[in-house]
């Protein structure tokens, strides 16, 4: 479990693929403290330590992972946004985030204004659903609060500390974005279609 806030930059080291899979080598000093095993959430999606090198964590990413997220993009050299997995006494900044992407937007619109920059970000079909204005969104791993929504695209606000401390500094219209709706809205969908049908 994380929060959307993004603890540091890191940088991509290696990526190697492996029958349909990856592994993915990052560096970060935030990186040190891990052990194997440990989650660490990679541009919003929770991955696992598998191998430590000082400041270098590897970790393997499945195909399915591949395929519902941004991730297959990267190339050594690029910046990714870092968190690792909360624990008992983090403060919950941010918004309950699983790490479990639910697809990739895209960047259509930026709107730089000298104290913050508005972006929007098209959403894949079937997620809209689940978003509200003034609600929370996970986008690239960062906790947003949705500003406005127009059919399928959700736009939020992004202020210069956010530029600063993420990727969302340098991301441009067409920049691919990984995306977690709030888990509790799929609960709640869940529930109450499983009560129309009778279930319980």
Known sequence: MFTGIVAELG?????????????????ADLLRGCALGDSVAV?????????????T??????????????LGALQPGDTVNLELAVTP?????????????????????????????DVTVALPDG??????????????GVSLTVVSIDGDDVTVSLIPETLRRTTWGSAEVGSAVNVEVDVLAKYVERLLVSREGGRT
């Open 127 to 140: 997620l809209a659903k689940y978003v509200v204005e003034k609600g929370s969104i996970c986008l690239h």
């Open 57 to 70: 964590v590897t970790m393997d990413v499945m195909g399915e992972t591949l395929r519902r997220t941004a």
């Open 43 to 55: 541009n919003g999606v929770c991955l696992t330590a598998t191998a430590l090198d000082g400041d």
């Open 11 to 27: 940088r991509v080291v290696a990526v190697a693929p492996a029958d349909g899979a990856a592994r993915l080598t990052l560096a």
């Open 89 to 117: 006494d983090t403060r919950l900044g941010g918004h309950l985030v699983q790490g479990h992407v639910d697809g990739v937007g895209t960047v259509v619109r930026r709107e730089p204004t000298p104290r913050w920059d």
